[in-house]
Structure formats: structure tokens, C-alpha cells
């Protein structure tokens, strides 16, 4: 055998192993630093936190163990004294209509952005959409205590211009949580909406409008459908992420702002008040561990939902 052949040997042997680009060995060098970030960064954090939930206090001090002493303990508590399970409800609530607020209103801007504003200047319009997610979101909590507050910005000019009988009272009030959580959670969502209707097959919509369909119908059977996916995307995280925050809880919500549902705190507030006040970490990690079992079901449903939708896009 020629060196030729041989050599025509090794390259189509080679080619054959390689024959899409996964199947070169270099994907795993690509993928470590995925991998360590999420053992390193996520899974052993997590798994830690889980396993201080089964420790147990003994004498002020904290001792390894698999106790579901702390697990006990809440559920004996949900509806007396601590009364973690409407503290669960308040954080459902706010979650749940925050996201419903901020979904629409990112939803309206994406649109906007993807339908109103010329193509080449709609990278600059999502820029400063997303802007105000630069800024510190403690600095933006602060500036909306002081829009909100009895003697703040609204309040002043509406007593300037001599309406004294209209005074804004929503500080301290899950409404007011539910503002710096809107204004958090907007620039996310417009850029996870905004890729779900600029990929929107645009001759669809010309169909639509070219069988006499109006600009309203074509909105409701055209574009409302394939958006589906990312709306509910947008929704599953507006929620897990409404869920864990507790400063718009505490700063603008006074730690137990009154709702429908009544004056309870938030769980995330809730959380963050044990772990200040308490020695108790275990018990802590255990609440922790129930918080992230509430937003993984969300994630979990949204999931369903979103593949749903999607299987009916497809079909």
C-alpha cells in the first residue's frame, strides 16, 4: 500500500469519526467550564444548604445530623405563631400578579419594539429598554420609597397644585412591593419577549392582513398564539424570581405590607427575618430549601405549559 492511500486512509477515517461538529473531543474542553460552574457555583452550594436543613441545635450549638426536627417544626407552625403558610399564600399573590403586570407591560414594549420602531434602530431601542437594569436595584428601591412615600414626590405635587383631597398611600403596602418588583423585573422580560416576536414569521401576519383580517384579529390569531411560548417563559420567571426577592418586600413593602390576603410578610422577608434574628441556621436552610421547592414547581409548570404551547405551535 502506498503512503498515498495510506494517508487517504487516516484522513477518511477521521472523517468518518468526525463527521458533525459533537463529535469533536474538544466539546468536553468547551464544557468544563460549564460543568465547574454549576458544581462549583450551584450544586454543592445547594446540596449544602439542603443538608444544614437536617441538622439539629443542641445546646446553642449547631450538630451535623438527619433530623427532620426543623421540618416538623414548620409544619406545626404554618397557620400559628410563625405562621409560615401565609406567608407561602402573600408570596404566591404578589408573585403570581406581579408577574401578570409585568408581562404585559414588557409584552406591550417588545411588541412595540419589534413592530413600531424601524429595523436598524431596534437594537438601540432594546438598549434603552433594558437600561434601567444597569443601575443599582437597591439605589432604585430607595428612589421608589421616596416617589411613593406619604411626604414623597407624588404626594408633594399633588398638595402643590391643590389637590390635597388625592393622596397616594401605597408605601409600606404589597402594592408598593409590587412596583419595584414591575420595574426590576421589565428590562428581563422585554428582551426574553422581544426574541419571541421578532422571530415571529412575518408573512404570516401579511397573510393574515392580505384575507381581510384586521390589525386587532391579526394580533389575537397571529401573533398572540406563536407568542405563547415565550409568554409563558416570561411569566415562570417573573414569578420564581418575584418569589425570591425580599427587598422590594422589605423596602417598599415594610416587611409585612398589607394585601388582599391581609398583613402578612412575604416568605422571602420571612426568611431573611429568622436568619438575622434566630441562632437557628438549620431551621433557616429548611425554609430556604422549601423556598426553592416553591420555585422549582413553578419552573416545573411553566415548563409543561411551555412545551404545550409549543407542540401546538409545531402541529
Not at 458533525?20 to 464544557?31: R, V
Not at 438601540?124 to 443601575?135: D, G, I, M, Q, T
Not at 417573573?238 to 422590594?248: P, R
Request: glycine share 8%; hydrophobic share 55%.
Amino acid at each position: 500500500m502506498s503512503d498515498g492511500t495510506a494517508l487517504n486512509g487516516v484522513v477518511e477515517g477521521r472523517a468518518r469519526r468526525l463527521r458533525t461538529p459533537n463529535d469533536s473531543p474538544l466539546k468536553w474542553l468547551c464544557l468544563a467550564p460549564v460543568a465547574v460552574w454549576f458544581v462549583l457555583l450551584f450544586g454543592l452550594p445547594l446540596a449544602f444548604l439542603v443538608w444544614i436543613g437536617f441538622w439539629r441545635i443542641e445546646d446553642f450549638q449547631q450538630v451535623p445530623d438527619f433530623s427532620l426536627d426543623n421540618y416538623r417544626e414548620i409544619a406545626g407552625n404554618l397557620f400559628v405563631k410563625s405562621r409560615y403558610g401565609l406567608a407561602m399564600l402573600q408570596s404566591f399573590w404578589v408573585a403570581a400578579t406581579t408577574a401578570l403586570v409585568a408581562v404585559a407591560f414588557a409584552y406591550g414594549i417588545a411588541l412595540a419594539i419589534a413592530f413600531a420602531v424601524p429595523a436598524k434602530r431596534q437594537r438601540l431601542a432594546l438598549l434603552f429598554a433594558v437600561a434601567p437594569f444597569w443601575s443599582s436595584y437597591v439605589l432604585r428601591l430607595y428612589s421608589w420609597q421616596t416617589i411613593l412615600s406619604k411626604n414623597g414626590v407624588v404626594n408633594s405635587v399633588l398638595k402643590a397644585a391643590g389637590i390635597d383631597v388625592v393622596r397616594l398611600d401605597v408605601i409600606y403596602t404589597q402594592i408598593a412591593t409590587r412596583i419595584g418588583l414591575v420595574h426590576y423585573l421589565t428590562p428581563i422580560l422585554v428582551v426574553i419577549l422581544y426574541v419571541t416576536v421578532a422571530n415571529i414569521d412575518r408573512t404570516l401576519i401579511e397573510a393574515a392582513r392580505e384575507l381581510g383580517a384586521t390589525r386587532w384579529q391579526a394580533f389575537r390569531r397571529v401573533i398572540l398564539p406563536l407568542s405563547k411560548v415565550g409568554l409563558i417563559t416570561a411569566g415562570s420567571f417573573a414569578v420564581i424570581i418575584a418569589l425570591g426577592d425580599a427587598l422590594s418586600g422589605n423596602l417598599l413593602g415594610g416587611g409585612t405590607g398589607r394585601s388582599l390576603i391581609g398583613k402578612y410578610p412575604l416568605f422571602a422577608s420571612m426568611l431573611m427575618t429568622d436568619y438575622s434574628s434566630s441562632t437557628n441556621l438549620p431551621r433557616t436552610s429548611a425554609l430556604a430549601t422549601i423556598l426553592i421547592l416553591m420555585m422549582i414547581l413553578v419552573l416545573v409548570t411553566g415548563a409543561i405549559f411551555a412545551g404545550r404551547a409549543q407542540r401546538r405551535i409545531s402541529g
